[in-house]
């Protein structure tokens, strides 16, 4: 659980960075997968350095899926959003409201009733055809991503954001079932181009301008498709007796997140109020 929430830490801080490093690359192509955008994005160091935490996130989050249940490391994950909304209020001078404070505490809340009502993570369903599955997911979400590019803005914004987090779901599902490093093992693969779209897709998303929209479907992206395989295919379960907090904490810790879904592009908004002060104050 220490591991599953550092990874949040990190992922909530890299999240401040790419933000940033995103807007700084300049407008996309306007297409869902961006390639030449996260080219782009790559030069800036505010960039490159929130991908450094997220390695170490990373890290973090595969010591807590070897231990824990998909569904308690995926609602720690969409908690990164309240350690966002933390630093962006500190470091970026980001009024938080009321609420977004009580959704602070909600996510805190949601997630201590996670960490007493988990069991072990369960060892079922790791089959074949649940690694081939997985790797046909993973092309799925990059075609998601492309088709996105061809819709309105606004079902745009949402389905990059929620093919982002079917792409980081896939990946905690992959971590899950793999064993050791086989190239002939289609989770790794599906490892590989799950994680690599999604990527691709939330640079595209925190380019486009209705990130919080964006963000929203990360957050059920990556948390309640993972969560249903876990269950489903896996075997993970909770501590006897406590399936229903297990699950009250999981409802909880998700619709805080939501709630704070703003700060996935909270770095750019505090930014641009900068500017815009900046600009009056030369006017």
């Given at each position: 659980m220490i591991c599953a929430l550092g990874s949040a830490v990190c992922f909530g801080a890299a999240s401040v960075f790419q933000a940033l490093g995103a807007r700084a690359?300049?407008?996309g192509t306007g297409?869902?997968?961006?390639?030449?955008?996260q080219l782009r994005a790559l030069r800036q160091w505010r960039y490159v350095a929130g991908l450094g935490m997220d390695g170490l996130g990373f890290v973090l989050q595969i010591v807590a899926l070897r231990t824990l249940p998909i569904y308690v490391v995926g609602a720690s994950l969409a908690a990164s959003l309240a350690v966002t909304a933390v630093i962006a209020s500190r470091m970026l001078k980001v009024r938080l409201s009321r609420t977004e404070w009580a959704a602070v505490a909600v996510v805190c809340l949601g997630l201590a009733m996670l960490a007493l009502a988990s069991g072990r993570e369960g060892h079922e369903g790791a089959d074949a055809a649940l690694s081939w599955g997985?790797?046909?997911?993973?092309?799925?979400?990059?075609?998601a991503g492309a088709a996105a590019g061809r819709l309105p803005n606004r079902p745009r914004a949402l389905t990059l954001g929620l093919a982002g987090g079917l792409g980081f779901g896939v990946?905690?599902?992959?971590v899950r079932l793999l064993d050791s490093f086989d190239l002939t093992d289609p989770a790794?693969?599906?490892l590989l181009v799950?994680?690599?779209?999604?990527?691709?897709l939330y640079t595209s998303a925190l380019n486009r301008g209705a990130v919080t929209t964006a963000t929203a479907g990360l957050v059920l992206g990556e948390t309640i498709g993972p969560a249903v395989v876990g269950i489903t295919w896996l075997g993970d379960t909770t501590r006897p007796g406590l399936g229903w907090l297990a699950l009250l904490g999981f409802a909880v810790a998700v619709a805080g997140s939501l709630?704070?879904?703003?700060?996935?592009?909270a770095p750019a908004e505090a930014e641009g109020r900068a500017s815009g002060a900046g600009a009056?104050?030369?006017?």
């Amino acid at each position: 659980m220490i591991c599953a929430l550092g990874s949040a830490v990190c992922f909530g801080a890299a999240s401040v960075f790419q933000a940033l490093g995103a807007r700084a690359a300049g407008p996309g192509t306007g297409g869902g997968v961006d390639v030449a955008l996260q080219l782009r994005a790559l030069r800036q160091w505010r960039y490159v350095a929130g991908l450094g935490m997220d390695g170490l996130g990373f890290v973090l989050q595969i010591v807590a899926l070897r231990t824990l249940p998909i569904y308690v490391v995926g609602a720690s994950l969409a908690a990164s959003l309240a350690v966002t909304a933390v630093i962006a209020s500190r470091m970026l001078k980001v009024r938080l409201s009321r609420t977004e404070w009580a959704a602070v505490a909600v996510v805190c809340l949601g997630l201590a009733m996670l960490a007493l009502a988990s069991g072990r993570e369960g060892h079922e369903g790791a089959d074949a055809a649940l690694s081939w599955g997985l790797l046909a997911a993973s092309f799925g979400v990059l075609a998601a991503g492309a088709a996105a590019g061809r819709l309105p803005n606004r079902p745009r914004a949402l389905t990059l954001g929620l093919a982002g987090g079917l792409g980081f779901g896939v990946v905690e599902i992959a971590v899950r079932l793999l064993d050791s490093f086989d190239l002939t093992d289609p989770a790794l693969y599906a490892l590989l181009v799950g994680g690599g779209g999604a990527f691709l897709l939330y640079t595209s998303a925190l380019n486009r301008g209705a990130v919080t929209t964006a963000t929203a479907g990360l957050v059920l992206g990556e948390t309640i498709g993972p969560a249903v395989v876990g269950i489903t295919w896996l075997g993970d379960t909770t501590r006897p007796g406590l399936g229903w907090l297990a699950l009250l904490g999981f409802a909880v810790a998700v619709a805080g997140s939501l709630t704070l879904a703003r700060f996935g592009e909270a770095p750019a908004e505090a930014e641009g109020r900068a500017s815009g002060a900046g600009a009056g104050a030369g006017s």
